[in-house]
């Protein structure tokens, strides 16, 4: 699994990364399939990175700290590779939401959710493990829900979709029915802001086309 640049380079930075690796530090199948749909050639290696609380960081601050550090945790088990990770989370009026715990919360979650327009915040982080460089970047959609009743939420709670996303709902698949519109990049409300990411790849000498 290996990638090559574009443009001017020496021989030796050549040669080098044609023989390094990119890495998804994730075991969402969800980045898995966006970032396979763009014909990028990469491995998976989840984090073991446990995510926790950061008082005092604002919500994108938020999303690219827990990025770098899933990023982190990857990068120590690999030499000459670029690390990719991200974070996602939703917020609604300062409030923030993660996966929910249950499907009780899940419940709560897309109640709070009825009717309204809430920010999704991805953050993500480019390791190169060859020479530590770094880059962080975070990514807002604003995602504006349909007034749902209690029989669309309980219904949508028992299709277990909720229990593994970001604010209890999906918005590929049938959490497609809970949204009237977004306003920014789609594959960020997914879990992966694909533009920015392309944007943050060219770089490290990595063109998606």
């Known amino acids: 699994t290996t990638f ?11 040669n080098m990364r044609k023989t390094r690796t990119i890495i998804l ?16 050639k990469f491995r998976v290696d989840e984090s073991d990175y446990e ?23 990857v990068a120590r088990r690999h030499r000459n590779a670029l690390i990719i990770a991200a974070d996602t989370i939703v917020v609604l009026k300062g409030s923030l939401y993660g996966k929910p715990r249950n499907r009780a919360q899940a419940g709560e979650m ?18 190169d493990t060859a020479d530590s460089r770094e880059l962080s970047g975070s990514v807002e959609t604003k995602v ?17 979709k909720p229990l593994d996303k970001a604010g209890a709902y999906g918005i590929q698949g049938l ?4 949204v009237k519109k977004i306003e920014g990049d789609f594959f960020n409300v997914v879990g ?7 944007e943050g790849l060219k770089k490290f000498g990595v063109f998606m086309l």
């Open 25 to 40: 530090a994730s075991a969402s199948p969800r980045r898995k399939e966006i970032l396979r749909k763009t014909g990028l």
């Open 51 to 73: 995510e926790h609380a950061a008082p005092g960081l604002t919500p994108h601050e938020l999303v690219k700290f827990h990025a770098r550090q899933k990023a982190g945790d």
């Open 110 to 127: 897309l109640k709070a959710l009825s009717g309204k327009a809430h920010s999704v915040i991805t953050g993500f982080t480019i390791i």
């Open 144 to 160: 504006f829900f349909k007034q749902l009743s209690m029989d669309e939420i309980k219904a949508y709670v028992r299709s277990g």
């Open 192 to 198: 992966l802001p694909l533009h920015a990411l392309a």
């Open 4 to 14: 090559s640049g574009h443009g001017p380079r020496d021989s030796l930075q050549d």
């Open 175 to 178: 959490g497609a029915v809970l």
